[in-house]
T-cell receptor, first 114, second 114 residues
Framework: NAGVTQTPKFRILKIGQSMTLQCAQDMNHNYMYWYRQDPGMGLKLIYYSVGAGITDKGEVPNGYNVSRSTTEDFPLRLELAAPSQTSVYFC?????????????FGDGTRLSIL | AQSVTQLDSHVSVSEGTPVLLRCNYS??????LFWYVQHPNKGLQLLLKYTSAATLVKGINGFEAEFKKSETSFHLTKPSAHMSDAAEYFC????????????FGTGTSLTVIP
């Protein structure tokens, strides 16, 4: 059982380049989330989605875009990469709009902007 | 507003001795609380969750946590540390007012000394 799959695992970008971080889940979860984790910090929510076609901003959305065309996929787009976006990015999913349901996490994408 | 404070950024214990990782939360409503573990270069894995049932919650790998409303605490314990417990631990809060957002503490790094 795959769970939440993130690709790529590692990436180095130059300032100003763009890229898409991929996230897919095979658990038929309604809710999907993108977080970034900076050293010594907890996870900060970038964007989330409550279902296909519906997305909303989290705590730190600037510099990112998302789309949700299917239940399974929730890609995160960086349009103009900046050094401040160097971080580890985690995708997560959960089943219902229910605070009792835990989130399931991917293994992360480690992104460096040079 | 919801928030989570993990009182120790780093904890060191000897193998076979008890583990205590402290977490305090603030929530305006009945919270759901979670502990996650993150091993190096991996995503977050759910250890246990509190969702207004029994106040003493048992999780995987011998971990427990007790919800104390009067102290607004949700400390994580284990009677006997194992080398494989060395990891980063995150306390997370959510409640009905946050909808589908989860708030993460900054993490506690656990070192187990042989």
């Amino acid at each position: 059982n795959a769970g939440v799959t993130q690709t790529p695992k590692f990436r180095i970008l130059k300032i100003g380049q763009s890229m898409t971080l991929q996230c897919a889940q095979d658990m038929n979860h309604n809710y999907m989330y993108w977080y970034r984790q900076d050293p010594g910090m907890g996870l900060k929510l970038i964007y989330y989605s409550v279902g296909a076609g519906i997305t909303d901003k989290g705590e730190v959305p600037n510099g990112y875009n998302v789309s949700r065309s299917t239940t399974e996929d929730f890609p995160l787009r960086l349009e103009l990469a900046a050094p401040s976006q160097t971080s580890v990015y985690f995708c997560a999913s959960s089943y219902l709009l229910n605070v009792n349901q835990p989130q399931h996490f991917g293994d992360g994408t480690r992104l460096s902007i040079l | 507003a919801q928030s989570v404070t993990q009182l120790d950024s780093h904890v060191s214990v000897s193998e076979g001795t008890p583990v205590l990782l402290r977490c305090n939360y603030s929530s305006s409503y009945s919270p759901s609380l979670f502990w996650y573990v993150q091993h190096p270069n991996k995503g977050l894995q759910l250890l246990l969750k509190y969702t207004s049932a029994a106040t003493l919650v048992k999780g995987i790998n011998g971990f427990e946590a007790e919800f104390k409303k009067s102290e607004t605490s949700f400390h994580l314990t284990k009677p006997s540390a194992h080398m494989s417990d060395a990891a980063e631990y995150f306390c997370v809060v959510s409640d009905s007012n946050t909808g589908n957002q989860f708030y993460f503490g900054t993490g506690t790094s656990l070192t187990v000394i042989p």
